[in-house]
């Protein structure tokens, strides 16, 4: 007999809505599908996806309902030839429960159910933290809600569940090597995130949404940092960055050290929009013409523009910062660019009305000194190595972990 359960590499625990391209047309059309509640079974060799889905019997245990199923994937899909016993036992397996164990009657010990979980050296990575993880990849790759396509779903998913168990794996190691975080370390760090809230009730909120207690949120802080004071210990205090190898970064990409030309200036703007109608238009040229002639009899340009502009800088005397190309419309960067400190352009009109600009200060494009970028480039380059060496670290790591994967 085919030991199937030996061959699992991937369990789902929960309702799942299965793709119709792995379930036969026949369990598709059967009514009440996507309410049923059973074992579904997809098998993938010669390079062709297979399955089989169906409820427990009454008498049959979980494990017999996969060995059932992965049986009738392998031999009566009628899509394919059916498989020999021989390449059953090459064949990948993937293993569906549509629903939890004990909802399907399983009564047993929990040493079944652990066997269907994911885990890392015995230790259960907690299904509720691999959907709210997951749950926060989609919002951020969907913003909007759209629909994530089947392939980038598949990748997010293994991303999701590998940084799960790479995190497990720094965790247990943490403890081996009795690292402790002091708990005045901890809230202080709790209480950092609650003071990007406007409230302690938005804190709540969003604990709530999340599934969350604060009890939760102060433990993944104490993990998070006992993980990354053994990232330093094991891996940092190893790099040193010379000075020949900040410098040789530096020759050899003169590129990433250009600071483009700027220009410091302020701007008086009275609204108009582009559509308008011609009338309405005219008047908002009236208006900055006449401002325009008390800028050329000599008032104060800052005063002016505090006193009419009716852009947003406006009670900052139009202030602008310096800016670079390509950070304004086009007209507006055309003309500040043109002007030489301390001359103020002729009106000039944007897809927001009219303009008058005056230039405060003007800095030519110039490569920054090794001096001025040496510490943030050791920096970075410190940081880039230890990205690349933690990872190396991680795969050790993973080298003498037994690791599951049921999902």
Known sequence: MVQVARRTIAVRLGILNVPSKVVPDHDLAEPGFQEKRGTFVTLKTRGQLRGCMGCLTPTETILEGIQRNAINAAFNDPRFPALTSEELEQADIDISILTSPRELGYTGDDDLLNKLRPNVDGVIINKDAYDRELDFFVRRAAPGGQQIPDVKMAQMKNEVLESLIDRELLFQET??????????????QLKKIKERYPNKEEFKKLLSNMGLTE??????????????????????????????????????????????????????LIKVAADAPDAQKAEARKKIEAVQQKAQKGEDFATLAKTYSEGPSGPKGGALGYFRRGQMVKPFEEAAFSLKPNETSEIVETQFGYHLIKVDDKKPATKMAYAEVKDRLSDNLKKQKMDSEANAYIETLRKDAKIEKFL
């Open 175 to 188: 403890k081996k090597k009795g690292i402790q975080v002091k708990p005045e370390a901890v809230s202080d």
């Open 215 to 268: 009890s939760d949120v102060q433990a993944q802080i104490e993990r998070g940092m006992a993980i990354q004071e053994l990232i330093d210990k094991e891996v940092g205090e190893k790099i040193k960055i010379s000075d020949e190898e900040t410098k040789a970064f530096y020759d050899k990409n003169p590129q990433l050290f250009q600071q483009p030309e700027q220009v410091k200036a302020s701007h008086i």
